[in-house]
């Protein structure tokens, strides 16, 4: 809002000042040009007129009026080295505006601003060469006045435009800014709201397996006498315990990594035969002796522009959620398809499937549906959200969907490069 307000202004004073030196300086323009007229007038042709009280072989000359005429709104007062004003009949109705008016010598030369009787006028005095050809004006002081009144009028509206217009537009400018600061707060408020419910999910996730491990090693403490294989259970509690901080830890490092920007990725030209075939082959067997069927269906061949390590750790991912989530006898499927410019491919599960309100959330950290995905099948609910990220990365997209009668589709997309 301040920004906004010294923005204004400081554009309104330039515009103001420019506006204001520009009208002041045709103005002066103007008298300069009169200054130039009187100092190189022209030789003057005498025009003479019979005199009317002397015979008729006898003339006068008619100088008693300045040439050339002054514009309209200027006004020109010749004074002789006394102060006396020598022009009355040629200021007509001026006179009893000008009459007050004494010569001061010492503004010769200067530019100034006077007020008489509530007008205005611009003014500059000169003393003009005893050598000019017009006498009226030779050897004497003119001052060359200009009203000025039209001008400050001017600028006086154009102030109070410009105040109205600035408050106006402050106004506005602060309404805009307001709801842009609201915009702008709206991904700084989601990512800090995140961030809070990262770190509490975290917390949560760690402290589990703690609490478990040090109760298991305070019960083993109560029992000093008991071998190691009497304790076996226990210890092999608190080592599966152990394994999944592992786990924790290591992908919540893998996440830390990609939000800094500090993973390293090594992008290459490839096929999907070259970082498709080894993380699918261990599964393979995973999956029967879990008394699961695994369908294969990969026949497209197209130029990618990927990091095969991450992709093998996405599909590792995809693989192991479905292979968790599918009961026995179900299917498990990955098979691939080219949609226009974009390579797909699908890993299907008969499990219970995914609610509609659920699919766009599966994919935040710490997240799991209540009824398929939970503590108990081992997982953090990080997977999705390190696969999305490694998606994000590559330019693709990942998605889920219905895969009719029942279970989900995971589909992953990426751009073929061509050649």
Same mark, same amino acid.
């Given at each position: 809002m301040a920004s906004?307000?010294?923005?204004?202004?400081?554009? &309104?004073? @330039?515009? *103001?000042?420019? *506006?204001?030196?520009?009208?002041?300086?045709?103005?002066?323009?103007?008298?300069?040009?009169?200054?130039?007229?009187? /100092?190189? /007038?022209?030789?003057?042709?005498?025009?003479?007129?019979?005199?009317p009280h002397g015979p008729t072989d006898h003339f006068q000359t008619n100088t008693d009026k300045p040439d050339p005429k002054a514009p309209f709104q200027a006004s020109i007062l010749v004074f002789n080295d006394k102060g006396k004003l020598l022009n009355k009949t040629s200021l007509g109705n001026r006179y009893s505006v000008l009459k007050n008016i004494k010569l001061n010598k010492r503004a010769l030369n200067e530019k100034q601003t006077l007020i008489i009787n509530n007008m205005n006028f611009r003014s500059m005095l000169i003393k003009v060469s005893e050598k000019n050809n017009n006498p009226m004006y030779a050897g004497h002081y003119v001052l060359i006045m200009q009203n000025i009144d039209t001008q400050i009028q001017a600028i006086n509206n154009f102030e109070k435009i410009l105040i109205i217009t600035f408050f106006i537009f402050w106004i506005i400018a602060l309404i805009i800014s307001y709801f842009l600061a609201r915009i702008n707060m709206l991904p700084i408020i989601k990512s800090w709201k995140q961030q809070t419910e990262f770190v509490n999910d975290a917390a949560h996730e760690l402290r589990t397996p703690l609490t478990i491990i040090q109760g298991k090693l305070e019960y083993m403490l109560t029992k000093p006498n008991k071998t190691i294989l009497d304790e076996a259970e226990a210890i092999s509690v608190s080592l599966d315990e152990v394994n999944r901080l592992n786990s924790l830890t290591n992908n919540l490092l893998v996440l830390a990594r990609s939000d800094s920007a500090?993973?390293?990725?090594n992008f290459e030209l490839t096929t999907p035969e070259f970082f498709l075939k080894d993380p699918i082959e261990p599964f393979k067997d995973i999956i029967n002796s879990q008394s699961k069927v695994f369908q294969i269906s990969l026949n497209h061949h197209p130029t990618l522009y990927l990091d095969r390590d991450k992709i093998k750790q996405l599909l590792i991912i995809l693989l192991d959620n479905a292979t968790k989530y599918t009961p026995k006898n179900g299917t498990i499927k990955i098979y691939d398809q080219? #949609?226009? +410019?974009?390579? /797909?491919?699908?890993?299907?599960?008969?499990?219970? &499937?995914?609610?509609? +309100? #659920?699919?766009?959330? @599966? *994919? &935040?950290?710490?997240?799991?549906?209540?009824?398929s995905r939970n503590s108990n099948s081992g997982g953090h609910g990080l997977g999705l959200a390190i696969a999305t990220q490694i998606v994000n990365i590559h330019h693709g997209t990942i998605s889920v969907r219905d895969n009719l009668p029942h279970g989900s589709e995971f589909v992953v997309e990426f751009p073929i490069k061509h050649m």
């Amino acid at each position: 809002m301040a920004s906004f307000a010294v923005l204004f202004l400081t554009l &309104g004073l @330039i515009i *103001f000042n420019l *506006f204001q030196s520009s009208t002041y300086k045709s103005i002066d323009t103007d008298i300069k040009n009169q200054v130039v007229s009187i /100092q190189k /007038q022209p030789n003057m042709k005498k025009r003479v007129i019979p005199d009317p009280h002397g015979p008729t072989d006898h003339f006068q000359t008619n100088t008693d009026k300045p040439d050339p005429k002054a514009p309209f709104q200027a006004s020109i007062l010749v004074f002789n080295d006394k102060g006396k004003l020598l022009n009355k009949t040629s200021l007509g109705n001026r006179y009893s505006v000008l009459k007050n008016i004494k010569l001061n010598k010492r503004a010769l030369n200067e530019k100034q601003t006077l007020i008489i009787n509530n007008m205005n006028f611009r003014s500059m005095l000169i003393k003009v060469s005893e050598k000019n050809n017009n006498p009226m004006y030779a050897g004497h002081y003119v001052l060359i006045m200009q009203n000025i009144d039209t001008q400050i009028q001017a600028i006086n509206n154009f102030e109070k435009i410009l105040i109205i217009t600035f408050f106006i537009f402050w106004i506005i400018a602060l309404i805009i800014s307001y709801f842009l600061a609201r915009i702008n707060m709206l991904p700084i408020i989601k990512s800090w709201k995140q961030q809070t419910e990262f770190v509490n999910d975290a917390a949560h996730e760690l402290r589990t397996p703690l609490t478990i491990i040090q109760g298991k090693l305070e019960y083993m403490l109560t029992k000093p006498n008991k071998t190691i294989l009497d304790e076996a259970e226990a210890i092999s509690v608190s080592l599966d315990e152990v394994n999944r901080l592992n786990s924790l830890t290591n992908n919540l490092l893998v996440l830390a990594r990609s939000d800094s920007a500090t993973t390293k990725f090594n992008f290459e030209l490839t096929t999907p035969e070259f970082f498709l075939k080894d993380p699918i082959e261990p599964f393979k067997d995973i999956i029967n002796s879990q008394s699961k069927v695994f369908q294969i269906s990969l026949n497209h061949h197209p130029t990618l522009y990927l990091d095969r390590d991450k992709i093998k750790q996405l599909l590792i991912i995809l693989l192991d959620n479905a292979t968790k989530y599918t009961p026995k006898n179900g299917t498990i499927k990955i098979y691939d398809q080219i #949609e226009g +410019s974009k390579y /797909q491919f699908i890993i299907s599960d008969t499990g219970v &499937g995914i609610a509609d +309100s #659920e699919k766009a959330k @599966i *994919f &935040g950290r710490f997240y799991r549906v209540d009824k398929s995905r939970n503590s108990n099948s081992g997982g953090h609910g990080l997977g999705l959200a390190i696969a999305t990220q490694i998606v994000n990365i590559h330019h693709g997209t990942i998605s889920v969907r219905d895969n009719l009668p029942h279970g989900s589709e995971f589909v992953v997309e990426f751009p073929i490069k061509h050649m």
